[in-house]
């Protein structure tokens, strides 16, 4: 393999060898990534600290339920705006599969939460209602697990988008020219 070296900038030429490409987000998705961040660890705090710390835990509470209020008012267009363009210019399966798992579990955060808020809503409105303790648990269960389950596939969503190689008829690489 020979390295010729351009003239102008005294680095070497490309062997045909592709590093992989910087695809930025927006900042209203670096938003919403931050403001997942910031549920899930208030959400982690609420499971394991704040029955020792009930003088926080409310207040964490309080704002985990506005926040992931917001976040879901705020992440529903952005969802349905990357669901319709997101797909059609995948290039990569599995990308595409993870994506709609991470989907998946998003939908499952955001039900489980808007049913544990369903009956403080009603108390604050006037009715006293509680789930089941057994319901009540299994949708704590779920919303802690798939909360943390889509962390994770936010993380892994991310790094397949944004450090990716190239897309192009060669599969991301240059044909090698002949001298």
Do not use: C, N
């Amino acid at each position: 393999m020979t390295t010729t070296t351009h003239p102008t900038t005294a680095l070497p030429a490309s062997t045909g060898d592709t590093i992989p490409a910087w695809k930025g987000g927006s900042a209203y998705s670096a938003t919403l990534t931050a403001a997942f961040a910031l549920l899930t660890l208030s959400g982690l705090y609420l499971e394991f600290l704040a029955a020792s710390h009930w003088a926080a835990g409310k207040l964490v509470l309080v704002l985990h339920l506005l926040g992931g209020a917001l976040f879901t008012l705020a992440l529903a267009p952005w969802l349905l705006s990357h669901v319709r363009s997101g797909p059609a210019r995948s290039q990569r399966r599995l990308f595409t599969l993870l994506g709609w798992a991470l989907l998946g579990k998003y939908l499952v955060v955001i039900a489980t939460g808007l049913l544990m808020a369903l009956p403080p809503a009603l108390y604050l409105l006037g009715h006293i209602w509680f789930w089941r303790f057994e319901t009540s648990d299994l949708l704590s269960f779920l919303h802690l697990w798939f909360s943390i389950a889509a962390a994770l596939g936010v993380v892994t969503h991310l790094t397949l988008r944004h450090w990716k190689r190239a897309a192009s008829p060669t599969g991301g690489h240059r044909p090698h020219s002949q001298p």
